[in-house]
């Protein structure tokens, strides 16, 4: 027969492992989702230039909010915080690289002279865009030559490995713009345009709605673009 001490002692032991099935469960505490959390809110942001983004063009653009990937000899890399709009990466027929695509002649001209003021486009600088192989999906695929730009956008290496490791960081929030255009998005997120081609160089990389990696036809109107740019580090407030 068990004695008072031994019953007191097991159901003690079954109180303990109610807590740590909870803790588990229900990941009292925090854990990795907490920390991812924190990771993400971490950089900073800013707001620079304006683009439709509630699609109403009728009550003018909405400041571009960016976040801030890099500082670094007074200049910061920004990216947009969300997926602006869609737009193909290449609205002409046949293959293309990033040097070529009609998506990066459109954010150098248009998107740029309309975005931001004659002072904000001084102090975006022009960037040496590196195509190579080395920036490509798995770092095998030849995007072609080097270019020169003001707007860009990242690559396959610069997203999943330099400043979007983890893959929720790589979720992205379409705007109403682009998701009244038709981007490819559930709740978690929208897909967004990398520069890096595919092998064939009539699909380009992006990241999917969950952040993971994918391609689409350079042609196709489903996907949303995410200018990055050097500006100078004065031209912004960083918050």
């Not at 070529?100 to 002279?113: A, G, T, V, Y």
């Not at 975006?124 to 195509?131: A, E, F, M, R, Y």
């Not at 995007?143 to 690559?155: A, Q, R």
């Not at 009539?202 to 036809?217: H, K, P, Q, R, T």
Request: with cysteine; charged share 25%.
């Amino acid at each position: 027969m068990e004695t008072y001490d031994n019953i007191i002692l097991k159901r003690i032991g079954y109180i303990l492992f109610l807590v740590v099935l909870a803790v588990h469960i229900f990941n009292i505490g925090g854990g990795s989702a907490e920390a991812a959390n924190i990771n993400k809110t971490a950089r900073k942001t800013v707001t620079f230039g304006a683009y439709d983004q509630d699609n109403n063009p009728g009550n003018g653009q909405e400041p571009i909010e960016w976040i801030v990937l890099e500082e670094k000899d007074g200049k910061c890399l920004l990216l947009s915080k969300c997926g602006l709009d869609t737009i193909p990466y290449h609205n002409e027929d046949g293959k293309s690289t990033w040097e070529q695509c009609s998506l990066r002649r459109w954010m150098n001209s248009e998107f740029l002279q309309k975005s931001f003021t004659d002072e904000e486009q001084a102090a975006i600088q022009t960037t040496k865009v590196v195509n190579g192989s080395n920036q490509g999906a798995k770092f095998s695929v030849d995007g072609g030559p080097d270019t020169e730009d003001k707007i860009f956008l990242l690559s396959y290496r610069e997203v999943f490995v330099t400043y979007f490791p983890e893959l929720e960081d790589r979720l992205c929030e379409p705007s109403q713009t682009a998701i009244a255009n038709g981007v490819f998005c559930t709740q978690d997120g929208g897909a967004w345009w990398l520069r890096s081609p595919s092998d064939d160089l009539i699909n380009a990389m992006l990241v999917d709605y969950d952040g993971s990696e994918m391609f689409s036809n350079i042609h196709f109107n489903n996907t949303a673009f995410r200018p990055a740019l050097w500006v100078n580090a004065e031209a912004v407030v960083l918050r």
